[in-house]
């Protein structure tokens, strides 16, 4: 039961006091209570008519400077939106010497009573305030109620309260809303003199408005008030009691929930957000709090750019409804870009992570008839990109294929490079993380203009301007007539190009190769290095059966580009000895060996294998091999001389009507000399890179060949 009371009381008090010790604790559920105080409490129990239950103690109160310590001011209220009413409890006291209070309640001539128990933590303030809302009670009803301290015998305070019979008669008042000055006007026309103030509707409190938005303001019949805001808030509401009656009920009025300006960016500014993203576990989470108790949905948009006002994208199914004003989506690129977008009526805002680091970049270079993506992650992902034709500043629609790069499972975390074949000088490259759900996608245009790719800027003065006209005369004249080496559509039979992985200056070489037969003869050329994300999806063995029965369906050659290592590479694949001992055939896992299994199926007949082997020819540069360095396994395939039979070379690739563009033997001529040139320069500087020069000698190559377009995404 209750703690006796130490204080001496009045004998009507007293007897009160006795009849709540007294009366049976009936449960009477109370629907929405809360209690807030201005400093820490660690416990809140209530007993009797209240539920029997620790509920939450918030530190949400300002002090409020019209309440004397001590003090104990009972009013009666009426729930949001509801027409019950309940006894609001304000205390004020100085806190010295005391560890709680408790407040007891007793509704008179009934057996309805209870209690509360608030203690403080250490360290709390002198001056104690505490609102209560509520205890329950019925109209025409009296209610007592009692505040002693604990430990007892330092303050003890009664008041009682009489719940008005009717409920109905409530401060009448009108208001108006005056923009201008960011203010409501409030007037009554008959009656007793009000009160009024500002507030924001929480779910039983109206909260006070900041300094020095803070007033009460007194409204008689021929005294209107103004009452200003700082905010415009679909929460924002009139509060209004009578002057002189302390006990009446007080009337509310919130008349911005249905207005549609009050849910433009004074909405959005009140909030605080608070943003919880983790790059490295791929989760974006942010939660929100304000003025108002709203629940907006949220949503992920992709900004174009990292201005303030630049637009954003919408990414498709990425909606999420808050739990508790906190919003967490999984499987999402992390971004300072890839933001949050909270919609709640006819209104949206968007609020972007505040953490600027990334969990990867990229960047591009471009290289001959190339475009080098560059990565660098922290963690292991993968990564798409695809050509895209922009058709606005802020639109551009990606084109198939699309190339992926993966960190293979147990390799180290680093740099990835992805290279891509080059179309046009017009086409752009988006670029995203595609291992998660939700990814933004980045725009890369490649600037050619630091590397002298078409014409350049000759100025503004008129003698330049003369040099710069003769320039494009004479360019469209060497254009017109280059045209028609450009072989037709009709010639068009792929070509699967095999070599030995010798060195890396050599993979550029063959890079080189590839994109020359693809200019001069407008056909397919299948390349391992233009297919990196297909080969490592499906193995080097299934990709070259694969591109085998393509060539073999479309009457296409497979091209076998000879070397001083591919002799070294099959002998080993044939398992000749060493001099230190034997060694075993290697297994076909790179394309050499998975070429020379194939053919060797063919000449065999095994099952599933394309018959027929005259599809297969050898080429050779003349200048880096010779016919001594193919076997006499292979002698009774095609070969050829390079550049010397190149047009021969050609007319077996693209049938007996086809010839080679002019320049076509230039270029190959050209591309070896500037081989044998850069080797040249690395034994004399070894410490000069192999690659720069043959970027250099590349980048000369079929200067002026249009390219045409291909027929199919794959020859890329």
């Known amino acids: 039961m209750g703690r006796p009371t130490t204080s001496a009381l009045l004998l009507p008090i007293a007897f009160f006091l006795s009849l709540l010790h007294a009366a049976p604790r009936n449960y009477l559920p109370l629907a929405r209570r809360q209690l807030l105080t201005n400093f820490e409490c660690w416990n809140a129990t209530a007993y009797g008519a209240l539920p029997r239950s620790r509920f939450r103690c918030q530190r949400k109160l300002q002090e409020d400077l019209f309440l004397h310590a ?58 104690w305030q505490v609102l209560f809302d509520c205890f329950p009670a019925e109209s025409g009803r009296r209610v007592l109620v009692s505040l002693e301290t604990i430990p007892g015998g330092v303050l003890s305070i009664n008041e009682t309260l009489l719940i008005p019979n009717n409920q109905l008669e409530v401060p009448e008042f009108h208001h108006r809303w005056v923009p201008a000055e960011q203010a409501i006007e409030v007037s009554v026309t008959e009656g007793p003199d009000i009160t009024v103030r500002l ?151 968007i609020q972007c992570p505040l953490r600027t680091d990334t969990a990867w970049n990229v960047s591009m270079s471009v290289k001959p008839w190339q475009l080098h993506l560059h990565f660098h992650s922290r963690a292991p992902a993968s990564f798409s990109s695809a050509f895209c034709q922009k058709q606005s500043p802020r639109q551009c629609e990606p084109e198939p294929p699309v190339y992926t790069i993966t960190h293979l499972e147990g390799s180290s975390l680093g740099d990835l490079d992805l290279i891509l074949p080059w179309r046009a000088l017009t086409s752009c490259v988006l670029v995203w993380r595609s291992d998660v759900r939700f990814a933004g996608k980045q725009l890369l245009c490649p600037d050619v203009t630091h590397r002298h790719w078409g014409l350049l800027a000759f100025g503004v003065s008129l003698g330049l ?159 880096l091999c010779s016919r001594r360095n193919i076997p006499r396994a292979l002698y009774f395939l095609p070969q050829y001389r390079l550049p010397q039979e ?48 043959t970027e250099k000698f590349a980048s000369s190559l079929v200067p002026f060949a249009p390219h045409p377009k291909l027929r199919r995404p794959s020859c890329a």
């Open 70 to 127: 001590p003090s104990l001011s009972l009013s009666p209220v009426q729930l949001f939106r509801k027409r019950q009413t309940c006894v609001r409890v304000r205390v004020a006291l100085n806190a010295t010497g005391i560890e709680g209070l408790e407040l007891h309640f007793l509704v008179i001539s009934s057996k309805r009573s209870g209690w509360l128990q608030i203690f403080r933590r250490a360290g709390a303030g002198t001056l």
């Open 465 to 623: 301007l003369l040099l710069l006209v003769a320039a494009v005369l004479l360019i469209r004249c060497v254009l017109r007539r280059l045209h028609r080496d450009v072989p037709g559509k009709g010639h068009s039979r792929p070509i699967l190009l095999i070599y030995s992985p010798d060195s890396e200056e050599h993979k550029q070489l063959v890079c080189a190769f590839a994109a020359l037969l693809r200019s001069a003869l407008g056909c397919p050329v299948l390349l391992d290095l233009w297919e990196l994300g297909h080969v490592g999806r499906l193995g080097i063995l299934p990709w070259v059966y694969a591109q085998r029965e393509q060539v073999s369906r479309e009457q296409g050659q497979v091209l076998l580009l000879w070397s001083v290592g591919s002799a070294r590479a099959y002998g080993l694949w044939q398992g000749k000895t060493s001099r230190r001992g034997g060694v075993k055939a290697p297994e076909p896992h790179d394309l050499f060996g998975a070429a020379m299994a194939c053919l060797k199926g063919e000449l065999q007949g095994e099952p599933g294998a394309v018959r027929g082997k005259g599809d297969w020819v050898i080429a050779y540069f003349s200048k």
């Open 199 to 349: 507030c924001h509707q929480l779910a039983l409190e109206c909260a006070e408005l900041g300094q020095p938005f803070h007033q009460q303001i007194l409204v008689s019949k021929h005294h209107p008030a103004l009452l200003s805001y700082e905010r415009l808030l679909p929460c924002l509401c009139i509060e209004a009691s009578y002057h002189e009656h302390h006990d009446s009920l007080r009337k509310k009025v919130c008349p911005f929930w249905d207005q549609p300006e009050a849910y433009g960016p004074d909405l959005w500014s009140s909030m605080w957000f608070r943003d919880y993203s983790n790059s490295g576990k791929a989760e974006m989470a942010m939660s929100l709090s304000g003025r108002c108790l709203l629940h907006p949905t949220a949503s992920l948009c992709w900004k174009e750019s990292a201005t303030p006002g630049a637009a954003c994208q919408d990414i498709p199914n990425s909606t999420v409804t808050g739990l508790r004003q906190e919003y967490i989506l999984e499987e999402v690129d992390v971004h300072p870009r890839l933001c949050f977008k909270f919609s709640y009526k006819n209104s949206s805002h």
């Open 646 to 693: 190149l047009p021969s070379l050609v007319r077996v690739l693209q049938g007996p009507s086809s010839s080679a563009p002019r320049w076509l033997h230039a270029s190959a001529k050209a591309l070896v000399c500037r081989l044998l040139k850069a080797e040249r320069k690395k034994a004399v500087r070894s410490q000069r890179p192999w690659r720069s020069a």
